[in-house]
């Protein structure tokens, strides 16, 4: 069964640091990877999808990469902002299933 | 684009008692819906999966007497609780899938329903 991990648990950072989040997950034969904010209390915003056959994607401030292979994937934030402070999750597809297995979580704080 | 709504954003009713919460596909026809459930501090994790005009598929563990999903419309779906218990207090969010103009397996998720049980 396809397990995702995300590490740190929690991250703090000054207010205008780049910073790297983690994603990793067990099997390979994924569809897709997506990258999701969750405030507290509130649902999913989806932040940025890479297919298995792209390396990366960005929008804005943020950069999100996938290696297949190696069953990893990051989210690159740059210049952080207090209101970048959520949760982000990570969330693979994977071939053959419906649903999307989720990773653990990052609790993100940027302090001001 | 792609948004979802999910109707009540929060409840709160007596043990015993059941409790219905929608979850809509605004702007597009959504072939396949999901539901998941989050408890405080941990991940979303996968109740059930809906098709149109058909019955839902339920994740080992679920109980699907207990949890009733209707899928009637390719724009709605919904989450029954029967006899809600203390324990079914929960974050249930909604997500929805649309095979058309995003082949991509691509979910676009609802704001989530809050439950509390007394």
Sequence with gaps: KQEVTQIPAALSVPEGENLVLNCSFTDSAIYNLQWFRQDPGKGLTSLLLIQSSQREQTSGRLNASLDKSSGRSTLYIAASQPGDSATYLCAVNQTGANNLFFGTGTRLTVIP | ?118
């Excluded at chain 2, 929060?10 to 539901?35: H, P, Y």
């Design chain 2, 1 to 118: 684009g792609a948004v979802v709504s999910q109707h009540p954003s929060w409840v709160i009713c007596k043990s015993g008692t059941s409790v219905k919460i929608e979850c809509r596909s605004l702007d597009f026809q959504a072939t396949t819906m999901f539901w998941y459930r989050q408890f405080p501090k941990q991940s979303l994790m996968l109740m059930a999966t809906s098709n149109e005009g058909s019955k839902a598929t339920y994740e080992q563990g679920v109980e699907k007497d207990k949890f009733l999903i209707n899928h009637a419309s390719l724009t709605l779906s919904t989450l029954t609780v029967t006899s809600a218990h203390p324990e079914d207090s929960s974050f249930y969010i909604c997500s929805a899938r649309e095979m058309i103009r995003r082949p991509y397996n691509e979910q676009f998720f609802g704001p989530g329903t809050r439950l509390t049980v007394l």
